[in-house]
């Protein structure tokens, strides 16, 4: 089967008057803050929260500490599976952009930050739920996460994808909870020291980190500089030398931000994590940002979403889906978009 999916990317701005769109996950940390009597309130902490933790990793030629302002956008991207026009939301993202008032610049960041996918939601609190219900104390199934990890991929090398975007995401989440974390020797000069998780190779973890190695993301944790915990980064190719400073730390302002107002315990606690780190959801020493989230209502609506998922995206194209995903070779795909890429650059340059 040698079928094109078509994708469309569209991009909604992430400021005081955001509302989610209608497709967008009530799950997702930004369309949380954006609801309720609370709303503006939040999304006006969080942008400032931003802006004050992107200064103060900008540090150098920025003596007041109010050189840098960050532009958020959510990037969504829909895919007609049957070409018939009816599309489906298969991810969110963030983009942000560097505004530089000193030299009056915009500034490109990073790509990806966040990471929301309503195939995800179905794949864990759906398919996983229910393999477990069966199956007890067993591992999850071989092909688990293998039809996102290649949807992923298509996007990646979708024209759609690449007309918009030069380089390929990072996606910045909380390290697990069910891991314990090494800290390391080795110290990079934004991201800050780097831990290993478990004592292990980088390939290999958490549920979390095995279903993004599908993917094609590799991940690796870094505590910045006046963090209170590390953060796990997930890439494709070179975290260190494929992005700038100001990108790697537009992705650590915006999501250590998130982080700090989703999960406190851990990212907004009193002391910092030691050379051996487990973290806890259940931490009692930290301090609140002050910022009004329904992390309960978050994991209700998973659940909800998941199956919302299986309604109208996984049943409905089942066939279409199974035929496509057992016919997709990553590396050849990958390899036939790089090639006609570069001939086209070689025209341009004739």
């Given at each position: 089967?040698?079928k094109?999916?078509?994708?469309?990317?569209?991009?909604?701005?992430?400021?005081?008057?955001y509302?989610?769109?209608?497709?967008?996950?009530?799950?997702?940390?930004?369309?949380?803050?954006?609801?309720?009597?609370?709303?503006?309130?939040n999304?006006?902490?969080t942008?400032?929260?931003?802006?004050?933790?992107?200064?103060a990793?900008?540090?150098?030629?920025n003596?007041?500490?109010d050189?840098?302002?960050?532009?958020?956008?959510?990037?969504?991207?829909?895919?007609?599976i049957?070409?018939?026009?009816?599309?489906?939301?298969?991810?969110?993202?963030?983009q942000?952009?560097?505004?530089?008032?000193?030299?009056?610049?915009?500034?490109?960041?990073?790509?990806?930050?966040s990471?929301?996918?309503?195939?995800?939601?179905?794949?864990?609190?759906?398919?996983?739920?229910?393999h477990?219900?069966?199956?007890?104390?067993?591992?999850?199934?071989?092909?688990?996460?293998?039809?996102?990890g290649k949807?992923?991929h298509?996007?990646?090398?979708?024209?759609a994808?690449?007309a918009?975007?030069?380089k390929?995401?990072?996606?910045?989440?909380?390290v697990?909870?069910?891991?314990?974390?090494?800290?390391?020797?080795?110290?990079?000069?934004?991201?800050?020291?780097?831990?290993?998780?478990?004592?292990?190779?980088?390939?290999?973890g958490?549920?979390?980190?095995e279903?993004?190695?599908?993917?094609?993301?590799?991940?690796?944790y870094?505590?910045?500089?006046?963090?209170?915990?590390?953060?796990?980064?997930?890439f494709a190719?070179?975290l260190?030398?494929?992005?700038?400073d100001?990108?790697?730390?537009?992705?650590?302002?915006?999501?250590?931000?998130?982080?700090?107002?989703?999960?406190?315990?851990?990212?907004?606690?009193?002391?910092?994590?030691?050379?051996?780190y487990?973290?806890?959801?259940?931490?009692q020493?930290?301090?609140?940002?002050?910022?009004?989230?329904?992390?309960?209502?978050r994991?209700?609506?998973?659940?909800?979403?998941?199956?919302?998922?299986?309604?109208?995206?996984i049943k409905?194209?089942?066939?279409?889906?199974?035929?496509?995903?057992?016919?997709?070779?990553?590396?050849?795909?990958?390899?036939?978009?790089?090639?006609?890429?570069e001939?086209?650059?070689?025209?341009?340059?004739?």
């Amino acid at each position: 089967m040698n079928k094109e999916f078509s994708c469309s990317i569209k991009r909604i701005h992430f400021d005081e008057n955001y509302h989610p769109a209608d497709s967008t996950r009530l799950t997702t940390n930004f369309a949380n803050l954006a609801r309720g009597e609370h709303r503006q309130e939040n999304l006006h902490k969080t942008l400032r929260m931003i802006n004050n933790r992107f200064n103060a990793l900008a540090h150098w030629d920025n003596p007041t500490a109010d050189r840098y302002s960050v532009d958020v956008d959510i990037i969504s991207v829909d895919m007609d599976i049957a070409g018939k026009g009816d599309s489906f939301p298969i991810i969110e993202m963030l983009q942000t952009t560097i505004i530089d008032h000193k030299d009056n610049t915009r500034i490109d960041g990073m790509i990806g930050n966040s990471f929301s996918s309503y195939v995800r939601d179905y794949d864990f609190s759906v398919v996983l739920l229910d393999h477990f219900a069966k199956n007890p104390a067993s591992a999850p199934p071989e092909d688990f996460g293998d039809l996102h990890g290649k949807l992923f991929h298509y996007l990646l090398n979708s024209e759609a994808y690449q007309a918009n975007f030069t380089k390929k995401p990072v996606i910045c989440l909380s390290v697990s909870s069910n891991k314990t974390y090494q800290r390391t020797t080795n110290q990079h000069p934004v991201l800050g020291v780097e831990y290993r998780q478990d004592g292990c190779s980088l390939n290999k973890g958490s549920l979390t980190d095995e279903y993004f190695s599908k993917m094609g993301l590799t991940v690796r944790y870094f505590m910045p500089a006046n963090s209170a915990a590390p953060l796990a980064f997930y890439f494709a190719g070179d975290l260190l030398s494929d992005y700038t400073d100001l990108e790697l730390i537009s992705a650590i302002a915006t999501m250590e931000t998130f982080q700090k107002i989703y999960r406190p315990e851990i990212y907004n606690a009193n002391s910092t994590a030691g050379e051996v780190y487990q973290p806890s959801l259940k931490y009692q020493d930290y301090s609140l940002t002050q910022i009004v989230y329904d992390r309960a209502e978050r994991s209700q609506m998973a659940v909800k979403q998941g199956k919302f998922t299986e309604e109208q995206f996984i049943k409905p194209y089942q066939d279409i889906l199974d035929e496509w995903a057992a016919s997709y070779d990553v590396a050849s795909h990958t390899a036939k978009k790089e090639a006609v890429k570069e001939k086209a650059v070689k025209k341009q340059a004739a």
